[in-house]
């Protein structure tokens, strides 16, 4: 069997993979960097949760939907300041 040959048995072909465009669309928006900054980690459990670079969280539901801001200066219910 070659190297370059897929094997079609692998396991990684249980994976769906999504593109996050929503979620994309609204972190690299000029007002998304603005408030939030650039991304820098991303976890995928039970919900989406996106790390910036200015400390804050920003989780996700499975519908790329902003749920709630974890950080300073956030109230708990997703509002900034």
Known sequence: M???TPD??????VVRW???KKIT????SEVGLRNYGH??????FSSIALG???GLVLVFDYHQILK???GLGTKGNGALF
Request: glycine fraction near 0%.
């Open 8 to 13: 079609p048995s692998a396991p990684w072909d």
């Open 68 to 70: 709630t801001v974890i």
């Open 25 to 28: 669309a609204q972190i690299f």
């Open 2 to 4: 070659e190297l370059d």
């Open 39 to 44: 991304p820098t980690c991303i976890t995928i």
């Open 52 to 54: 910036t670079s200015k």
């Open 18 to 20: 999504t593109k996050l």
